[in-house]
């Protein structure tokens, strides 16, 4: 492990020009990976290095986000882990913006596509026609949401219940599923499925198709658990 790092610190001076002491000092407690999820903890860096060390980062991220695409026909997503390791391999490094995906299965729990939508550094507008219409053109036997949160950390919050609630609304009706939400905060994620904060299966109102802000307000959710069988089968 020590060898790899070394590694990389060689790799992030060569790219960026930060200093290999600093990055040193900083990997005694820490992973040297993190200064891809939060820049900031190497302090007040100089411009350039600043520059070269975003440039790396949306790199990596842009390299993350179309390896994703470009296996999208053979990723098979049949559990909440799978789910949660998906998108944080996609959401994991996006720390300036939120976003909001859905994830598109065909009948044998495939992703056929997905569907972004990008916000600000704490909300995003959300547009479940777009979603909708999505997934009825290619006849979507499930959809799966997920979100990222820029501050770092993976709790719902009472608007992620609210708006997961949204689409179990307007897909359940139609026969199409609605696996899980997966929020991901820098390395760590969450299932709303596996916590059981709400009931996947069932709706609690009319399908409402307006527009809605996915944002960040830091009011956690307190969820009251209730008994189901999780079925991942369409």
Same mark, same amino acid.
């Given at each position: 492990m020590e060898a790899l790092q070394n590694e990389l610190i060689k790799a992030f001076n060569a790219l960026t020009g930060i200093s290999t002491k600093l990055m040193t000092d900083y990997s005694q407690d820490h992973n040297i990976i993190d200064i891809l999820h939060h820049p900031d903890v190497l302090g007040n860096l100089p411009d350039k290095q600043s520059t070269k060390l975003a440039a790396l980062i949306k790199?990596?991220?842009?390299?993350?986000?179309?390896?994703?695409?470009?296996?999208?026909?053979i990723i098979t997503i049949n559990s909440t882990g799978k789910a949660a390791d998906f998108f944080a391999g996609i959401l994991s490094l996006k720390h300036s913006h939120e976003y909001f995906m859905v994830a598109f299965l065909d009948k044998r729990n495939q992703v056929v596509d997905l569907l972004s939508f990008k916000g600000t550094l704490d909300s995003c507008p959300v547009y479940p026609r777009?979603? $909708?219409?999505?997934?009825?053109?290619?006849?979507?036997?499930?959809?799966?949401?997920a979100h990222n949160h820029p501050t770092g950390h993976?709790?719902?919050?009472?608007?992620?219940?609210?708006?997961?609630?949204?689409?179990?609304?307007?897909?359940?009706? $139609?026969?199409?599923?609605?696996?899980?939400?997966?929020?991901?905060?820098?390395?760590?994620?969450?299932?709303?499925?596996?916590?059981?904060?709400?009931d996947f299966r069932c709706t609690t109102g009319d399908a409402n198709y307006n527009v809605f802000d996915l944002s960040e307000d830091h009011a956690i959710y307190k969820s009251s658990k209730f008994e189901y069988e999780e079925e991942w089968e369409i």
């Amino acid at each position: 492990m020590e060898a790899l790092q070394n590694e990389l610190i060689k790799a992030f001076n060569a790219l960026t020009g930060i200093s290999t002491k600093l990055m040193t000092d900083y990997s005694q407690d820490h992973n040297i990976i993190d200064i891809l999820h939060h820049p900031d903890v190497l302090g007040n860096l100089p411009d350039k290095q600043s520059t070269k060390l975003a440039a790396l980062i949306k790199l990596v991220s842009g390299y993350q986000h179309l390896s994703e695409f470009s296996r999208l026909n053979i990723i098979t997503i049949n559990s909440t882990g799978k789910a949660a390791d998906f998108f944080a391999g996609i959401l994991s490094l996006k720390h300036s913006h939120e976003y909001f995906m859905v994830a598109f299965l065909d009948k044998r729990n495939q992703v056929v596509d997905l569907l972004s939508f990008k916000g600000t550094l704490d909300s995003c507008p959300v547009y479940p026609r777009d979603v $909708l219409k999505m997934a009825l053109s290619l006849d979507t036997g499930a959809v799966i949401l997920a979100h990222n949160h820029p501050t770092g950390h993976s709790n719902p919050s009472q608007i992620d219940v609210v708006s997961t609630q949204k689409f179990v609304n307007i897909f359940v009706p $139609l026969d199409i599923q609605v696996l899980d939400h997966i929020i991901v905060g820098g390395s760590s994620t969450y299932s709303m499925a596996e916590h059981m904060d709400l009931d996947f299966r069932c709706t609690t109102g009319d399908a409402n198709y307006n527009v809605f802000d996915l944002s960040e307000d830091h009011a956690i959710y307190k969820s009251s658990k209730f008994e189901y069988e999780e079925e991942w089968e369409i």
